[in-house]
């Protein structure tokens, strides 16, 4: 299941105009339905090859809605269009990060959500720039906004994030994050009680595993409390079959989920 690369922050912006994403793929649970996760693919991939992968796990109560990002120039394909949920350029802590190109993604994402039934439980999870685009997704409902002031409209219950990166993890943005986060109650509330899940191989050669583990630390200094971080000995830039029954435990455990996961 290895996916395409990602990195840890974009390069040079493009210029913006309306970007289409593409097909979505729906996986409907096989038991009763009782949460919702959409699920974010990496750099160059789509939501179809995840969907078959999400369609075999033994969780009948999800569902999984897999949307595919627009394509778009990508700076660290030299400006070649590729599927992206946000523009990304070498890998550099000194690098921008797209906010725009995030917000407009974690929006789309959001409606989603924002049309399941009310008892239905809600979580983004993903790959690579998806896990980066799910960990931004996080820091949006924490604070109750999009990076561009819109209001965040749907309640999260679960953040998935496999060898994925915080964007804004350059330490005066992540200063900011905390402080934001302090400074409201409803914010400290909300990140307060997040599950969120970071699993990250130590072999990874594209996202490095240090990045993660420092998106995880920043995460937790920012007040994210509930949050779980898994090494994996040897793994590269892909998942394996013991990582994704992680994933099953920690979302049948974290969402209540009926029947047992196996």
Same mark, same amino acid.
């Given at each position: 299941?290895?996916?395409?690369?990602?990195?840890?922050? +974009?390069?040079?912006?493009?210029?913006?105009?309306?970007?289409?994403?593409?097909? !979505?793929?729906?996986?409907?649970?096989?038991?009763?339905?009782?949460?919702?996760?959409? @699920?974010?693919?990496?750099?160059?991939?789509?939501?179809?090859? @995840?969907?078959?992968?999400?369609?075999?796990?033994?969780?009948?109560?999800?569902?999984?809605?897999?949307?595919?990002?627009?394509?778009?120039?990508?700076?660290?394909?030299?400006?070649?269009?590729?599927?992206?949920?946000?523009?990304?350029?070498?890998?550099?802590?000194?690098?921008?990060?797209?906010?725009?190109?995030?917000?407009?993604?974690?929006?789309?994402?959001?409606?989603?959500?924002?049309?399941?039934?009310?008892?239905?439980?809600?979580?983004?999870?993903?790959? +690579?720039?998806?896990?980066?685009?799910?960990?931004?997704?996080?820091?949006?409902?924490?604070?109750? =906004?999009?990076?561009?002031?819109? %209001? /965040? %409209?749907?309640?999260?219950?679960?953040?998935?994030?496999?060898?994925? @990166?915080?964007?804004?993890?350059?330490?005066?943005?992540?200063?900011?994050?905390?402080? =934001?986060?302090?400074?409201?109650?409803?914010?400290?509330?909300?990140?307060?009680?997040?599950?969120?899940?970071?699993?990250?191989?130590?072999?990874?050669?594209?996202?490095?595993?240090? /990045?993660?583990? =420092?998106?995880? +630390?920043?995460?937790?200094?920012?007040?994210?409390?509930?949050? !779980?971080?898994?090494? /994996?000995?040897?793994?590269?830039? /892909?998942?394996?079959?013991?990582?994704?029954?992680?994933?099953?435990?920690?979302?049948?455990?974290?969402?209540?989920?009926?029947? +047992?996961?196996?």
């Amino acid at each position: 299941m290895s996916r395409s690369s990602s990195s840890m922050s +974009s390069g040079s912006r493009t210029n913006r105009r309306t970007l289409e994403f593409g097909r !979505t793929y729906v996986v409907k649970p096989k038991g009763r339905h009782q949460a919702t996760i959409v @699920w974010l693919h990496g750099l160059g991939d789509n939501g179809s090859s @995840w969907s078959q992968v999400l369609e075999s796990l033994p969780l009948p109560n999800i569902k999984w809605i897999c949307p595919t990002a627009p394509t778009r120039p990508v700076a660290m394909l030299g400006g070649f269009p590729s599927t992206a949920w946000c523009d990304v350029g070498e890998i550099s802590e000194d690098s921008p990060d797209d906010f725009e190109g995030l917000d407009a993604s974690a929006a789309h994402i959001a409606n989603f959500l924002s049309t399941e039934p009310a008892a239905i439980k809600l979580g983004i999870g993903g790959f +690579s720039m998806g896990a980066a685009t799910a960990l931004y997704s996080a820091t949006c409902f924490a604070q109750g =906004k999009f990076g561009n002031g819109i %209001p /965040y %409209p749907v309640n999260l219950r679960a953040i998935v994030g496999l060898s994925g @990166w915080l964007p804004g993890s350059r330490s005066g943005l992540s200063r900011t994050l905390r402080n =934001k986060i302090e400074g409201s109650h409803d914010a400290a509330r909300r990140a307060a009680t997040l599950p969120i899940l970071i699993c990250h191989g130590n072999s990874d050669d594209v996202v490095e595993y240090n /990045y993660g583990e =420092k998106s995880a +630390s920043i995460l937790s200094s920012a007040g994210f409390r509930y949050l !779980t971080f898994k090494t /994996y000995n040897g793994l590269g830039h /892909y998942t394996v079959p013991n990582e994704m029954d992680e994933v099953c435990n920690w979302l049948h455990v974290r969402l209540g989920l009926d029947g +047992s996961c196996s």
